[in-house]
């Protein structure tokens, strides 16, 4: 067991959504859009909202062993739900599922690998930005699916001990305001790491996956928990002194 991290990938398509959800996104965005279009606005934001996106991958990674798995959403793709992980590389195990399914297996990891202990949590789930969007996402997600959360992924801000956020360690629990709020990719070049964003970011995403492109998700996904890995690695001093009391 150990520090967990975690990090999703999403996506959302505006004809998967209910008409009378299409409706009601198109009219009230209209109210505040202005001069915009509120099609795109909503369409474009769905990867975005635990309501109404999907959860395409998790990615997960073990700082102190080296190695990880990642959680893949199999419905646009052939590629058939697994019983168990299987290996995809000597570093790497994946899952394929449905989103409920992966949901699943995911807090089940949770608890075997960053867990309770005695009704305690003994190792955090380290994220960047993720009690702003990883956390409620998941958290979220289970919900609509009918699966219980393990673990509150946002709770209590200044504490750092059930979830850590870098992005929290990096604005010293928001004594910086949102003008301090960097990305993964600037912190990477700021701290000497491989950003994982030099070929691909986020929002190419959902057009990999709306093309069964698995692969290409996985290796993105894996990419952005190591590089967040080697972050918090670096980071640890300052943890340490922000979680003393």
């Not at 059930?162 to 993964?184: A, I, K, M, P």
Request: hydrophobic share 35%; net charge negative; with cysteine.
């Amino acid at each position: 067991m150990g520090p967990l991290v975690v990090d999703i990938e999403t996506s959302g398509y505006f004809e998967d959504l209910a008409e009378p959800v299409q409706e009601y996104l198109i009219e009230r965005e209209g109210r505040y859009a202005e001069d915009k279009d509120p099609y795109l606005e909503v369409a474009n934001s769905l990867p975005l909202n635990p309501a109404l996106g999907t959860i395409v991958s998790i990615g997960m990674w073990l700082p102190e062993e080296g190695r990880g798995a990642v959680l893949v959403n199999n419905q646009t793709s052939e590629i058939k739900s697994s019983i168990a992980f299987e290996r995809y590389n000597e570093e790497i195990a994946v899952f394929y599922g449905s989103e409920p399914e992966i949901l699943r297996e995911f807090w089940k990891k949770a608890d075997e690998k960053a867990g309770q202990r005695r009704g305690a949590i003994v190792y955090p789930i380290v994220t960047f930005n993720g009690r702003s969007f990883d956390g409620p996402f998941l958290m979220l997600r289970s919900i609509i699916h009918g699966i219980q959360p393990t673990r509150n992924l946002v709770g209590y801000r200044y504490s750092l001990r059930e979830h850590c956020d870098l992005q929290e360690v990096l604005t010293f629990l928001g004594s910086l305001d949102w003008r301090y709020r960097y990305s993964l990719d600037f912190w990477c070049h700021q701290f000497g790491i491989k950003s994982p964003k030099e070929e691909l970011d986020g929002s190419k995403v959902p057009e990999l996956w709306k093309a069964g492109l698995l692969n290409e998700i996985i290796e993105y996904n894996i990419n952005d928990v190591k590089a967040t890995s080697e972050l918090y690695l670096k980071l640890k001093p300052l943890i340490q002194l922000l979680n003393s009391r």
